[in-house]
C-alpha cells in the first residue's frame, strides 16, 4: 500500500522560509521521480518542483525558481523543498506527488498534476505580509 505523508509548511512573514518534507513508503521509492505542486483557492493545481529518480536532474516553475529547492535522500524515502524568500503569492495549499512511470523525467511529471500518481495529503503555507 503505497503511503505519501507530509510535513512542515505553516505560517510566515513575507521574506521567510518554510520547509516541506514527504516521505513516501509501499513502492520502490528510487525508481519514480517526485515532484511538489501547489493550488491556490480558486485556482487550479501547478507543479512547483519535481526531481527525477536519481536527483540528478530538477525542474522549478519560473515563479519559484532562484527561491526553492528540491531534494531527495532515497536512502531515507524522503522529499524536501527548501522554501526561501517567500512571497504573498506562494499562499497555497502543497502537495508531494509520485511520479506515474518507472524512471521519469522530472520535467515530464511537471507537465501536469495529472501526470501524477499518489499524493500527499495537503499541507498549507500561508504568507503573511
Known amino acids: 500500500q503505497v503511503q505519501v505523508v507530509q510535513s512542515g509548511g505553516g505560517l510566515v512573514q513575507a521574506g521567510g522560509s518554510l520547509t516541506l518534507s514527504c516521505t513516501a513508503s509501499?513502492?520502490?521509492?528510487?525508481?519514480?521521480?517526485m515532484g511538489w505542486f501547489r493550488q491556490a483557492p480558486g485556482k487550479e493545481r501547478e507543479a512547483v518542483s519535481c526531481?527525477?529518480?536519481?536527483?540528478?536532474?530538477?525542474y522549478y516553475a519560473d515563479s519559484v525558481k532562484g527561491r526553492f529547492t528540491i531534494s531527495r535522500d532515497n536512502a531515507k524515502n524522503t522529499l524536501h523543498l527548501q522554501m526561501n524568500n517567500l512571497t504573498l503569492e506562494d499562499t497555497a495549499m502543497y502537495y508531494c506527488a509520485t511520479g506515474r512511470f518507472r524512471y521519469g523525467s522530472a520535467e515530464y511529471l511537471c507537465g501536469s498534476h495529472e501526470r501524477a500518481n499518489y499524493w500527499g495529503q495537503g499541507t498549507q503555507v500561508t504568507v503573511s505580509s
Open positions: 526531481i527525477n529518480f536519481s536527483g540528478s536532474t530538477t
Open positions: 509501499g513502492f520502490t521509492f528510487d525508481d519514480y521521480s
